[in-house]
Nanobody, 122 residues
Framework: QVQLVESGGGLVQAGGSLRLSCAAS????????MGWFRQAPGKEREFAAS????????FYADSVKGRFTISRDNAKNTVYLQMNSLKPEDTAVYYC???????????????WSQGTQVTVSS
């Protein structure tokens, strides 16, 4: 199995920045992409960003486009989510994910991280 270890969550003021990291270990040759989902209290887990391993294609939810940037370090098997211009509505538990296709929907996820809390205060 693949293990996804996530870090970088915390508390920031609106307009601030955070960077999340997710390191993958284990073997998952069928996995095509990695990305980030988030879940706010009382809401469904939703897609935020993903990146395709074979190539540099990235995908973003409209709600984060222009503010969040996903990147990868192939040598370290690590993906990052740089979050700028944070808003209170970005408050959620953020989950790193590994899975299939473009990894833009939860049904394409094979492995999840434990999640990390991001809280944006106003």
């Amino acid at each position: 199995q693949v293990q996804l270890v996530e870090s970088g969550g915390g508390l920031v003021q609106a307009g601030g920045s955070l960077r999340l990291s997710c390191a993958a270990s284990g073997r998952a040759f069928s996995n095509f992409a990695m990305g980030w989902f988030r879940q706010a209290p009382g809401k469904e887990r939703e897609f935020a960003a993903s990146i395709i391993w074979r190539g540099d294609n990235t995908f973003y939810a409209d709600s984060v486009k222009g503010r969040f940037t996903i990147s990868r370090d192939n040598a370290k098997n690590t993906v990052y989510l740089q979050m700028n211009s944070l808003k209170p509505e970005d408050t959620a538990v953020y989950y790193c994910a590994s899975g299939r296709a473009f990894l833009t929907i939860a049904t394409q996820v094979d492995y999840w991280s434990q999640g990390t809390q991001v809280t944006v205060s106003s």
